[in-house]
């Protein structure tokens, strides 16, 4: 399977600089995926576009956290949701 490296900056490195951010890799295929969405869409690279969604689903799963928190649930329940919240919303964007 082929990889891209994804880099939120051309700064120094991560261990340099903990605001520069962390290199990933991401499957060929999804990259590619994301290539083709970008036209139609503010994301001018694949970075700001897997960013941006990250940021959206954690932000949605701290909401849903603290929904449950307000609700009652205990920590060990909320793992368990992270993760599967997680899941779900990655698989409504097509990732998974």
Known sequence: MSNRNLSPTDGPSAD??????????????????????????EFDSVEEYVTFVMESVLREIDEQIDE?????????????????????????????
Do not use: N
């Open 68 to 96: 449950q928190d307000d609700a009652g649930h205990d920590a060990s329940d909320r793992e368990y949701d992270d993760t599967e919240a997680m899941q779900d919303r990655l698989e409504s964007l097509g990732y998974l």
């Open 16 to 41: 340099s600089d903990p605001a520069a951010g962390r290199q990933l890799r991401l499957a060929e295929h999804l990259s590619s995926r994301i290539e083709q969405r970008l036209p139609g869409t």
